[in-house]
């Protein structure tokens, strides 16, 4: 007796809703793209419960004729494909007739319909595939279908789904990307009563830009527009100091349908070339038009990614494309006016915060007479390079003119608002020790941990500066080689990985609060996560739609850089998928202040700026690397230097 066996329908589609149907953002995607299919103006997508309880889509397309509904929820039904010839000159966004008939095998599924406006239409309900109703309906123009209770029948689908969160941010970003595919097109997303995207539909492409990354962003656009006997190109490219951290700002539309495309992505990063900063991406919206035999999108079950028959004259043009939009342009930064700070230091006052802790060193600072502290060349070096106190416990291997006096030590107040450019006195006060500090500390000496004792640096003596880049010292040990922007991070990041445990007593509400605007999605997901950026001192509140101010934030963060770290740390904040680490928000926050703060290379420094640099780096708890990773000093023993020379053979 035979073992093969042909499936029925019902398992069939179940297996098949396995390739079509991987989460809410797959049912949401396959139902508008028939809407759009549909020559729908207006597409109305409500989503509840990240799309597990309740996905509708409603449009008032062409709808489905009264006959065709049954038919449409069988497999590999499809008004799109006649014969094979077809699939060399596919136009629309849908055409394998999977969609339907996968949805309803996972889901209970109402769909009503009706392809005129005389209000009578045509109403199916499917449970797991099988129909349970058939009638007619009063029913407007358009299609109305409505998914609930996804995956109920396949409890192992359902138990490997993520968080509500992170499924209604596949389905926004979808959504932005299909919006900003037809700006033609009334777009409308919401989500358990909150609105995440509307468009106008007016054509306009600047305008879904502006509703969905801001108008901010939309001004700093540039257009961009070619076309050869092959390609046609339009869109638009966002200046070089409009960047983000990741490639999910660039978006790729070829004959109306998005895709995922590393080469076109490449392809653009080429055009920018020098000016893009190291692991910054741009934002750009690219419609590119082509014959469709050029194109083939049948190569791959989603249909997100297609091949080019003619890839290298593509990737080519849209380059050239690219590099003459921004080679149009003088691409000049706006400067900032000299800020003038007023004689009078802001009142520092507290913000959404229960009863004041115990008095730290912080709260009580007391200004130093300017001309005083001028007298004294470490304090004079301290107020050009905003270093970090020395950590306490840690004596330095140098005596030094601020090491006679360790019962307090001079700092600038860098950043804030308002207040003017005095230097305060605090005293030192011991810092919990962070596990990473102490794990890399084993890693690099453990010998010395294991005698009781920590890595130190030797005494250097600086000798002079190379390229304005690296400091030059010795010891009789040998010839070393500093690099002084990389010390420096490591000296601040230090410094301020202390100050961010504490950064309460450091808040000081704005006078004129910063603004920040963010996508629809970003901005709701950002909402329930403001508490941890509480947590390291930057209160921050939503001011109405995809808006919000930033209240306050820690007066100590460095001065003309303030905004640039809040958004990185926002970004940081809406990039974690689960729940934020508070201790990796604190580290990734040193980071961040500790490179803006820092001199850069080809700064020439005195030699007294070089032994200050050098007595901190000595103090601090690891001295050999920058926060990146990358290393702080390089060392030429003194016989690698006399065998150099033949010294010693």
Not at 209 to 227: D, H, W
Not at 321 to 350: F, N, T
Not at 476 to 496: K, M
Not at 632 to 647: A, Q
Request: a negative charge; glycine letters at 8%; aromatic letters at 6%.
């Amino acid at each position: 007796m035979g073992i093969i066996r042909v499936l029925d329908d019902h398992i069939a589609n179940q297996i098949a809703a396995g390739e079509v149907v991987e989460r809410p953002s797959s049912v949401v995607k396959e139902l508008v793209e028939n809407s759009i299919d549909a020559g729908a103006a207006r597409i109305d997508v409500t989503i509840e419960e990240g799309g597990v309880s309740l996905i509708r889509i409603a449009d008032n397309g062409s709808g489905i004729h009264a006959e065709d509904l049954e038919r449409a929820f069988q497999r590999h039904a499809t008004s799109k494909i006649a014969s094979g010839k077809d699939l060399f000159r596919i136009r629309t966004l849908g055409f394998r007739g999977e969609a339907l008939p996968s949805i309803a095998a996972v889901a209970k599924v109402e769909c009503s319909t009706a392809t005129d406006d005389s209000g009578l239409g045509r109403r199916i309900v499917t449970e797991g595939g099988a129909i349970k109703a058939l009638e007619d309906c009063a029913a407007p123009r358009g299609t109305d279908i409505r998914v609930r209770e996804l995956f109920y029948n396949t409890p192992a689908r359902l138990k490997y789904m993520k968080s509500i969160q992170t499924e209604i941010g596949h389905i926004s970003d979808y959504m932005y990307r299909l919006a900003l595919s037809h700006p033609e097109i009334a777009f409308t997303l919401k989500h358990n009563g909150s609105t995440l995207l509307q468009t106008l539909g007016n054509g306009d492409l600047l305008t879904v830009i502006a509703s969905i990354y801001g108008t901010g962003l939309a001004k700093m656009m540039l257009p961009v527009a070619g076309e050869n006997p092959d390609y046609r190109l339009t869109g638009y490219i966002s200046r070089p100091e409009q960047t983000r951290s990741n490639r999910y700002g660039i978006s790729a539309v070829i004959n109306g349908r998005y895709i995922r495309n590393f080469a076109l992505a490449q392809a653009l990063l080429r055009a920018y070339h020098t000016l893009l900063p190291i692991n910054r991406y741009p934002v750009a919206v690219l419609h590119v038009s082509m014959d469709p035999s050029l194109l083939d999108v049948n190569v791959h079950p989603s249909k997100l990614e297609v091949r080019f028959s003619k890839e290298t004259e593509l990737l080519e043009f849209l380059e050239r494309s690219a590099k003459r939009a921004l080679m149009g342009q003088a691409h000049i930064p706006e400067g900032k006016a000299p800020v003038v700070r007023p004689a009078v230091i802001q009142e520092q006052l507290e913000l959404y915060r229960p009863a004041p802790v115990t008095p730290g060193p912080l709260e009580e600072l007391e200004p130093v007479d300017e001309e005083e502290a001028a007298s004294a060349s470490e304090t004079l070096l301290v107020r050009e390079l905003p270093l970090p106190l020395p950590l306490p416990g840690i004596s330095s291997p140098v005596p030094t003119a601020s090491a006679a006096k360790p019962q307090f030590q001079d700092y600038p107040r860098t950043g804030g608002t308002g207040g003017a450019a005095q230097t305060y006195r605090t005293e030192p006060q011991a810092a919990p020790e962070p596990e990473a500090v102490r794990q890399a500390l084993s890693a690099l000496a453990p010998a010395a941990q294991e005698s009781g004792g920590l890595p130190r640096l030797p005494q250097l003596d600086p000798i002079g500066q190379l390229h304005g880049t690296y400091i030059v010292a010795q010891n009789p040990a040998g010839l070393y080689l500093i690099d002084q922007h990389a010390a420096h991070e490591r000296i601040n990041y230090e410094y301020y990985y202390d100050l961010f445990g504490k950064p309460g007593v450091a808040s000081q509400e704005l006078l004129v609060p910063v603004t920040l605007e963010f996508t629809p999605s970003e901005a709701e997901l950002l909402k329930s996560r403001l508490t941890y950026l509480e947590q390291v001192g930057v209160y921050m509140e939503a001011f109405g739609g995809n808006t919000f101010l930033v209240r306050a934030y820690p007066h100590w963060f460095p001065a003309g850089g303030e905004k640039e770290i809040i958004d990185e740390m926002t970004e940081w904040v809406l990039s974690e998928r689960k729940s934020v680490d508070l201790a990796k928000l604190r580290e990734k926050s040193s980071i961040l202040c500790s490179c803006k703060a820092s001199i850069k290379a080809n700064q020439a420094l005195s030699k007294v700026e070089m032994e200050a640099l050098l007595d901190r780096l000595s103090a601090c708890r690891i001295p050999y690397t920058c926060p990146h990773g990358r290393p702080i000093v390089v060392s030429f023993s003194s016989y690698e230097l006399e065998k150099m020379f033949k010294r010693v053979m």
